[in-house]
């Protein structure tokens, strides 16, 4: 059973569009968090949710707007892509806001923008 | 602003082999955790070990182990008879207060057989 899941794996697009990622977490924790890996590989946080608000809001263009419907679900739409929005966008979830709690990852959604 | 550096981008071990790979971090605060995650070609970021700052015995996972150096602000990995299912991407990890995990630039590792 695939405990952080997000769809799609793959996502190729124009610039200018819009479009979202899905992630799903079967595991009932409260947190959830959106992650950026950047062509070097560099991993930087961009959001943060504990039970479907907030916490985290890293300086992070107002074009990406986290979406949070349920504690399960923590979804990144994207309006307006660019060329450097491509990456891989990892979702992770923890049972809650503190270290003590293993992070876990989704697969990553690789992003690219032509 | 908290930072992890990893000065290695490179490292490369035979098959059986010990390899450390080095962290120094940069930190304010008095408590805090430390992490070792591994991306394989998959892509999967996957915990290796965890540390507490406010424990002085160094934590171990079966090959793996920490060598946690608070005051110098150092948190090396040794990876005991390596083999070539760790060759990975290995990143270092600092989280600070509201789960905000800060990562290293990465460490590529080649197990050779």
């Known amino acids: 059973d695939t405990a952080v899941s997000q769809t799609p794996k793959y996502l190729v697009t124009q610039m200018g569009n819009d479009k979202s990622i899905k992630c799903e977490?079967?595991?009932?924790?409260?947190?959830?968090?959106?992650?950026?890996?950047?062509?070097?590989?560099?991993?930087?946080?961009?959001?943060?949710?504990?039970?479907?608000?907030?916490?985290?809001?890293?300086?992070?263009?107002?074009?990406f707007s986290p979406k949070s419907p349920d504690k399960a679900h923590l979804n990144l739409h994207i309006n307006s892509l660019e060329l450097g929005d491509s990456a891989v966008y990892f979702c992770a979830s923890s049972r809650r806001t503190s270290g003590a709690y293993e992070q876990y990852f989704g697969p990553g959604t690789r992003l690219t923008v032509t | 602003?908290?930072?992890?550096?990893?000065?290695?981008?490179?490292?490369?071990?035979?098959?059986?082999?010990?390899?450390?790979?080095?962290?120094?971090?940069?930190?304010?605060?008095?408590?805090?955790?430390?992490?070792?995650?591994?991306?394989?070609?998959s892509r999967q970021m996957i915990l290796v070990i965890?540390?507490?700052?406010?424990?002085?015995?160094?934590?171990?996972?079966?090959?793996?182990?920490?060598?946690?150096?608070?005051?110098?602000?150092?948190?090396?990995?040794?990876?005991?008879?390596?083999?070539?299912?760790?060759?990975?991407?290995?990143?270092?990890?600092?989280?600070?207060?509201?789960?905000?995990?800060?990562f290293g630039e990465g460490t590529q590792l080649t197990v050779n057989p």
């Open chain 2, 50 to 102: 965890r540390q507490e700052a406010y424990k002085q015995q160094n934590a171990t996972e079966n090959r793996f182990s920490v060598n946690f150096q608070k005051a110098a602000k150092s948190f090396s990995l040794k990876i005991s008879d390596s083999q070539l299912g760790d060759t990975a991407m290995y990143f270092c990890a600092y989280e600070t207060s509201g789960s905000r995990l800060t």
């Open chain 2, 1 to 41: 602003a908290q930072t992890v550096t990893q000065s290695q981008p490179e490292m490369s071990v035979q098959e059986a082999e010990t390899v450390t790979l080095s962290c120094t971090y940069d930190t304010s605060e008095s408590n805090y955790y430390l992490f070792w995650y591994k991306q394989p070609p």
């Open chain 1, 25 to 63: 977490q079967n595991l009932g924790h409260d947190t959830m968090y959106w992650y950026k890996q950047d062509s070097k590989k560099f991993l930087k946080i961009m959001f943060s949710y504990n039970n479907k608000e907030l916490i985290i809001n890293e300086t992070v263009p107002n074009r």
